[in-house]
């Protein structure tokens, strides 16, 4: 049983040692020039302006973590969209359209409700 997981065990450890050879590599033949220039701070090809260290408003998370969970359903709705031909011809494609439509409304019935609160809305 462990000898099935030998190819895999190979091919991580010639993808770490490359990575680590090439990387060292890049540190010893590469050019080491440091100026005033390469050590500020780059934004955007623009000088910053301010402090880093400014309050971000609660919003900011809160779409952030709408985004994260659209993500991750895109992440469950994409394999399921894949296989759903497989499922039709096993006769499980009524019961598996179910649950994947009751997965969509329990995440639309959120939005609906994060969007009735206001919280996509920015002053």
Do not use: C, Q
């Amino acid at each position: 049983m462990l000898s099935d997981f030998h190819p895999l065990l190979l091919h991580l450890a010639i993808a770490a040692g490359l990575s680590f050879t090439l990387l060292k590599a890049a540190a010893l033949i590469g050019p080491n020039r440091h100026n005033i220039v390469k050590r500020k701070a780059y934004e955007s090809g623009m000088d910053p302006i301010g402090t880093a260290r400014e309050r971000y408003s609660v919003k900011f998370y809160l779409v952030a973590m709408i985004f994260i969970v659209f993500d991750v359903e895109v992440v469950f709705l994409y394999p399921w969209a894949v296989s759903f031909r497989e499922f039709l011809e096993a006769g499980a494609g009524v019961g598996v359209m179910a649950v994947v439509m009751l997965f969509v409304i329990v995440l639309a019935i959120g939005l609906l409700y994060d969007i009735k609160k206001g919280g996509l809305e920015f002053d």
